[in-house]
């Protein structure tokens, strides 16, 4: 084939870091490399994206300094969502492989709205993504305030990472929580995103916005996607797409199983089918009464079991 550099069999192993309309920024161990899907990947699976940043792949060098994407190994996790399109449905792959899902919410300004994590909770749990909680601005209130408001996520199995960008409480662990991982960072605007990834190493937060803006103003929902390298190793990716996942992804009769304290209490229902909404015999309405699940918890449930938006 023309244009193939030395032995046509060496394909090297690299990172997608970077995805933009069609070109993908490989990290390989000769320097990042520009490189384009093969045509024949591109055959019979017109039905989602193919390649995404966080896809480990093998790559062929081509003369003019780009490179073909040859093979994409298979993810061991993604999240993903599935776009509406005319006449059918578009899976997009927002990040392959990530190790973990951190959420941003600030303990005050803006108020921390917990339906809101909730939700990103069970996106976590759905597809299967260790999730954790950065409780950001924790100068701004009493430490015993915060513990009141996330504190019981911590029973729930979540980790929680009180921060402050401003007085660098908390830093240590962040950093370290994002060290040699691959992180979908998400939460609202204004809990300090931003901030945090600058306080941990300088510009490294602006970088990583600069990507987020430019794809809100493009007109499809994933016009660039970036993971940065974090200079100890890992990479971190905002996911903006991840705030318009919508609902209609999950069945509400699966619903019960993203909810960590209620998904062991199901069988013991009395009702096979039970909605945990108002059925005599539910476990789980007997463990909100007992105060072992929190009743915040046990109310994001309900409103997302009656497909209420919670953003
Ligand atoms: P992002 O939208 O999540 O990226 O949030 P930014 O990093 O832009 O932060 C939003 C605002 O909150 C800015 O004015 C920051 O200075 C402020 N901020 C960020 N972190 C903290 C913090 O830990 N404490 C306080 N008091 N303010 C913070
Ligand atoms: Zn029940």
Known sequence: MEGLLGDENHLLSGLIKRSQSGFF???TEIGDLVCTLRGRLKRGKPSGDIAAIG?????????????LIEEIEPRDRM???RAPLPGGEYEQIIIANPDQLAVVFACANPEPRLRMLDRFL????KQEIPAVIIANKIDLVEFKTALEIFGHYRDVGYKVIYTSAHTGYGLDEFKGCLEKKITALTGPSGAGKTSLLNAIHPGFGLAVREVSRATRKGKHTTVISEMFPLPGGGYVADTPGLRSLALWDIEPEELDAYFPEIRPLVSACQFSDCTHLHEPGCAVREAVEHGKIHPQRYESYVRLRMGEDAW
Do not use: F, M, P
């Open 25 to 27: 920024t490989v990290e």
């Open 55 to 67: 896809d480990r792949v093998r790559v062929r060098r081509l003369e003019n300094g780009t490179g």
């Open 79 to 81: 999240i993903s969502r």
């Open 122 to 125: 069970v996106i976590a749990e």
